[in-house]
Each structure stands twice: as C-alpha cells, then as structure tokens.
DNA sequence: TTTTATATAGACAGACTGGTCTGTTTTTTA
DNA sequence: TAAAAAACAGACCAGTCTGTCTATATAAAA
C-alpha cells in the first residue's frame, strides 16, 4: 500500500509518537522534524493530521493482524491457538514499548464529533472479531455458527480487557487471568 | 467532602462536559460559562485544570461506588448480587448520557508523564476491585482467600471490557456476553 | 537540455489554550 | 455597622497548535 518512501516515513514516525506520546500530544512540527522531512511534503501527502491518524491506525492494525495471525499459526491445532493469543499479548505486554491499545487510546483523545476515526476502529474491532471467529471455527468442533460467534466474542471480550488492565495496572496479572478464563470457556 | 457550593458547582459542571465533551476539548472557559462563575474564583478553588480532573474523577467515582453498592445490595444474596453489576451496567448504557469508562478515557487523554491522575485512577480502580472482593466473600462459599481475588479479578475484567466494548460498539452484546461468562465462573 | 514534479526550509496567520492580574461588588462574619 | 473574605468581570499574557504560503533546490522525465 506504501504509495512512496516519504509517505511510508511519515507514517512510521508519526505512528511511532503518536503511540508513545499520544495524538494530541504530538505536533505535526515533531512529527516533521523527526521524520525529517519538510511540513509541505507532509501536507502534500496527508490533508489533515486527522488523515495522518487513520494511516496510524491502518498502519499499526495491519502489522498486529499479520503479526498474530503468523503467532497463533505456529501454535498446535486446537485450543493452544486460540490461547496463543494471550501468550502473544504477554510478549506485547513485555516490550519495553507496550502502551496499551493505541485504537482505543487514540479515540479517547479525539472529539466526540470525529466520526470518521470512529468509523475506522470500529471496522479493525470487528476485523480482529473476525480473525478470532476463524480461529475458533478451525480450531474447536462447534457446529452452531451462532455458538461460534458468542465464544468469538467472549474471548474478544477476555483479550480486550486484558490490553486495557495489564497496561493500567501495569501488571500481567489480567493477561493471566483474562487466558485462564478463555481456557474454561473454550476446553 | 464539598467545601463550598461554589467549588460543587465547579466540579458537577466541569464533569458533566468532561465525560460528555473529553478532557481536552474541555477547557476552563467553557467551565467557567457553563458554570456562571468568574475565572479568578476557579482559580482559587483548584490551582490548575488538572486538579479539577482529579476532582472530576472523584466526584464520578464515589457516586458509581455509591450507586452500584446501594444497587446489587438490593437483590437477593447471592449470584444474584454478583451478576447484578452487568444489570447496572446494562441500565449506564442505556442512560442517554453513558460515554464509557471516564477513567480509562481521561487518563488516555493526558500526558505520560503526568503520573498524579494516573495513580488516582489505579487507586479508584483498585477500590472498585475491592468492592467485587468484598461482593464475592459475601455471597460466594469461598473458603480460599486467594480464590477470592482471582474470582474477583475475573469478574472485574469481565465488567471492565463490558463497559469499554458496549461504547466503542454501540451495542449491547458486550454487557450480555460479559455478565454470561461470569454467571459461569461463578455458578 | 528543458520541463515538470516533488522535495527543502521556515516564516506566517489565526485560532485557541491555561493561567495571571486588576479592580469592583457582594456576601459573610464579628 | 465595620471588617474581612470571597465572589465578580474580563483584559491580558505567553505559549501552543494546525495549516498555508513563499521561495528555493533537487531529481526525474521529456
């Protein structure tokens, strides 16, 4: 999708302070002198810092959908990959850069009125629901499809809070919890 | 705890457009206007917009503390009590006025570095986890105290993602599907 | 080589922010 | 009634922010 190098650099740079720092904590002046580019070229590519926050957004949701859908696949068939997604949170969790879930943090910092970016982590929300709904269709023997979605929905619940908490607590105590949980539900 | 009635009108009016509006795109004039009172007097009942969000996260947090214990002590003793948290919760959100967790938005609308409302969250927070410790010993035949804060712990997580997930949906399902996998923990 | 597109640096506009200060008026207390 | 405290209005300050603009340099395409 990289429709050039300087956009790919803004992109990264920006999403890279954005998650650190915050939205509304980085200006687009940090955004350019990090980057080094020239506020111009940013504006040549993105019309509005708003349009920088939805390639954020892209940006960040479509390495985490890569990079899970990679971490569970390497998993045993069966449960093991669908608890592999708490294990991969707990790897997160360790980085020195975790910050919690930048779509719901980014939200929380935008005015109530931003539809569009609404819009859009709604869309990767339900995107990451979806990933979920496949794995537990490939992994567990449920024939009702409605059965299917309620399990989906409720380990999406498991792994949601788990991002949440263990960022505000500080503490992996959620991700342990949140897969002990996921592992009575599904077994 | 109120001091004065005008310092009361300062922080009921300052966390109406707080949670409805967010922190940010809050700022004092609007307070001031909304509130009817001078600016100097604002300033000389908190030394600065973040000592009103403290006052802000107080005020919230001690009336939800209020409203849910008056709320699962009115059912039956019990699961009941336990599984009464998902129907407060399903009453918040359909308030015309739910806009989510106000801690967990707030303390993703300011700096990192601002260590003091974060610690009060972590603090509010741990209260409300107290609460489900005590909702739990009461009314589930626990012997284990270990067994009890893990208990509480899940349930606390349950109820954070319902909150969190029922607003960036806009939908209800998160509080169902959260209040049945705790019925399962606890049944 | 000339043209065209895209990069550069950075000044600038204009709106908005939190917070201070002066001076006046009202309310409470003694 | 006199004194003290707390309210008022609102100008003002210093700084932030996004976004625009000018003018120049570079690199690719014709």
């Not at 050039?4 to 920006?14: L, N």
């Not at 995107?127 to 709904?133: N, R």
């Amino acid at each position: 999708m990289g429709r050039s190098k300087v956009r790919d650099r803004i992109v990264e740079t920006a999403s890279k302070l954005f998650y650190k720092n915050g939205y509304n904590s980085t200006g687009v002046n940090e955004i350019i002198s990090e980057s080094g580019i020239a506020k111009a070229t940013l504006y040549n590519h993105f019309k509005s810092k708003d349009d920088i926050c939805i390639a954020f957004l892209d940006f960040k949701h479509a390495a985490f959908m890569e990079d899970i859908e990679a971490f569970t696949k390497d998993r045993n068939e069966g449960v093991d990959q669908i608890l592999a997604l708490f294990d991969y949170l707990q790897l997160f969790f360790q980085d020195s850069e975790f910050n919690g879930c930048w779509g719901i943090k980014t939200v929380a910092e935008i005015p109530q009125n931003n539809q569009k970016i609404r819009t859009v982590l709604q869309g990767q929300k339900r995107e990451f629901l979806d990933l979920i709904i496949a794995l537990v269709t490939k992994n567990l023997k449920i024939d009702h499809q409605e059965e299917i979605k309620t399990t989906a929905r409720r380990i999406y619940l498991l792994y949601e809070s788990a991002v949440v908490e263990s960022h505000l607590h500080q503490n992996d105590w959620p991700i342990k919890e949140a897969k002990e949980v996921c592992s009575q539900i599904i077994i």
